[in-house]
């Protein structure tokens, strides 16, 4: 991909940065200390999530940055901090989120492939928050969204500042090429989407990613993310207002009517890393080939997801 895919979004944040920056210096004192306050608040929560500051934990991520401190794909670890403390804040207290095995995730390129789940991408969010609170040492995930959610207005300057990027062939193999951590989602929406009834159980996966691995020799951490399926009970999917919408799926979650039910359910995460998984060969083998490879990758984690779930307590705790 051509570097220009960040350019001209980095070139319009930078100008936004600069003209925020000029008017902050025109503002009167209180303005000035309301925005430093603010700022300092946001530093003391994140170092208190974090056990130690931001900045530190940064400095031993690998990163790219440009003259303009965005990476070819648009990362900002400005924009990452504030979108971090959200994250943290769900991943350290709201979820209370456990995470198991992380240190089977190598250095250098790597696939995370995780089960999909809960009807709104928060899995994604834990995994990221997990990689860059709990992994040692930080690693900061590129995880894959879906292309419909690449074209929104302004979430796609959001993701893309954060450091997300459109699941699209190319993306992912710069990403790795690059050395990064790439985070995946075989079932897509039909993972995401699963109605009560089918929780926990693994819709089908795709082949793209075990392609991807072969081809650009990248090992793959099976990850199994329990405790989404749960945040939002759907009890069917209304395929046809769905499509009329060009939404990927179309819930229908009975909690939503509820006082406060728009909120997910505090459910407790278990985030489960296995050991990686190395696969070779021709990424251009056909797809039977390919099948029984990601049978082998499927399987694990739903063998992960059985163990898990056999030793969960309870839902909330």
Not at 17 to 30: H, I, N, S, V, Y
């Amino acid at each position: 991909m051509a570097p220009t895919y960040a350019s001209a979004p980095e070139r319009s944040g930078s100008r936004a940065l600069a003209r925020f920056d000029t008017e902050g210096a025109r503002a009167p004192g209180f303005l000035r200390r309301l925005f430093g306050s603010a700022e300092h608040n946001i530093d003391s929560a994140l170092d208190r999530l974090l056990g130690e500051s931001y900045e530190g934990r940064l400095a031993r991520v690998p990163l790219a940055l440009g003259s303009a401190g965005v990476d070819p794909f648009g990362l900002d670890p400005r924009w990452a901090k504030y979108a971090l403390l959200t994250v943290a804040m769900l991943h350290r207290r709201y979820f209370r989120s456990e995470v198991h095995g992380i240190e089977h995730v190598p250095a250098g390129r790597v696939l995370l492939v995780a089960n999909h789940s809960g009807q709104v991408p928060l899995d994604g969010a834990l995994l990221v928050a997990a990689m860059f609170m709990d992994a040692e040492p930080p690693r900061i995930v590129r995880a894959m969204i879906e292309k419909w959610a690449g074209g929104l207005p302004f979430a796609s300057l959001v993701l893309t500042r954060v450091g997300q990027v459109v699941g699209v062939p190319e993306n992912a193999k710069r990403l790795l090429l690059q050395g990064e951590a790439l985070l995946v989602f075989p079932e897509g929406a039909r993972g995401i989407a699963k109605t009560f009834d089918r929780r926990y159980k693994l819709a089908e996966f795709g082949l793209g990613f075990m392609r991807m691995a072969i081809e650009t020799q990248t090992p793959i951490v099976p990850v199994a993310v329990i405790g989404g399926e749960e945040q939002y009970i759907s009890v069917a999917n209304m395929d046809r207002i769905a499509k009329l919408l060009n939404m990927p799926a179309f819930p229908i979650i009975p909690q939503l009517l509820l006082p406060g039910g728009q909120l997910p359910l505090p459910t407790k995460y278990r985030l489960w890393f296995g050991e990686p998984m190395s696969f070779s060969g021709d990424p251009d083998d056909d797809d039977s080939v390919m099948d029984e490879k990601v049978w082998l990758v499927k399987q694990t984690i739903q063998s992960m997801l059985s163990r898990g779930l056999k030793d969960r307590q309870h839902v909330f705790w």
